[in-house]
């Protein structure tokens, strides 16, 4: 017979449908993520060294010349493109991290246990955001030492490390929705063809000035211009209110739009 000093003690029973359980779960899960990111070289290399070095690439390659032939600094533009195209890089990669716990058979595990249901892509898209948010702290560093400042004070500061994390999260549930109905060859082949359109088409590689006329409205309005617009505006000089009105319409259209397939997918993969 147990004495009341060794008895077990009494754990509180707690729905997993709870709000605070897929809280709990999610940032469990995110943790999870994080690890094992931080244990792979090559989420690494993905992560932090190679927009580094493509930042420092266009720097040591075109120099002033941008700056010399626009009048407008080019580091207020590659260094914000470098933190979206890093956002969209490594959300591929996780990706096929998602392709890879599928076909072993760790979603399906997650489904039997006592989990949330939510928190398995919750959690994902909360670690997408943390490693956006060091990706993009860890380029501006390096911008810094390249000339890249901050002119308009804390908040604007913030505001426009924000604007990353936000693109990078509408960008994961477009890439999620993708990777439950594709194969992981033609996922990295449609999103790389898009990520190379929007990369050498923005604001950010030239302004849209320097475009063909034909092709400045449709450079100004997407995505990764609306963003860089935005965040040179906060970081330098420039508009900010609209371009930021049309990232956030872009990113939440994104959310809206492939959320539900996304969440679809990802419950479909983990009961497969």
């Known amino acids: ?38 244990r792979d070289t090559m989420t690494t290399v993905q992560t932090l060294l190679y927009p580094a070095f493509t930042l420092l690439m266009f720097r040591i390659v075109l120099g002033d010349s941008i700056t010399s032939a626009t009048g407008m600094p080019s580091v207020y533009g590659t260094v914000p493109m470098i933190t979206l195209v890093a956002a969209m890089a490594g959300a591929i990669v996780s990706a096929l991290g998602f392709k890879v716990e599928k076909a072993a058979g760790l979603l399906s595990r997650f489904q039997t246990m006592p989990i949330h249901r939510a928190a398995g892509l919750t959690g994902r898209l909360l670690a997408e955001a943390v490693r956006v948010l060091i990706t993009t702290l860890f380029v501006i560093v390096v911008g810094v030492a390249i000339g890249f400042r901050f002119w308009n004070g804390f908040w604007a500061s913030m505001a426009m490390i924000a604007i990353p994390v936000l693109f990078g999260a509408g960008f994961a549930v477009l890439v999620t929705a993708l990777a439950t109905i594709s194969e992981g060859v033609m996922l990295i082949n449609i999103l790389g063809i898009l990520n ?3 990369m050498f088409f923005n604001s950010g590689f030239v302004p849209v000035f320097a475009y063909p006329r034909w092709l400045q409205t449709t450079v100004e309005n997407q995505p990764m211009s609306t963003a860089i617009d935005a965040m040179r505006g906060l970081a330098w000089d420039g508009p900010v209110t609209a371009p930021l009105l049309k990232t956030l ?8 739009l492939f959320a539900y397939p996304a969440i679809r997918g990802y419950r479909k993969a983990a009961e497969g």
């Open 1 to 38: 017979m147990l004495s009341k000093r060794s008895a077990l003690p009494v754990v509180q029973v707690r729905s997993e449908r709870a709000l605070s359980t897929w809280a709990r779960h999610s940032v469990i899960q995110c943790g999870r993520l994080l690890r094992v990111w931080s």
């Open 249 to 256: 319409a872009w990113t939440l259209g994104a959310i809206v």
């Open 196 to 198: 190379t359109l929007l």
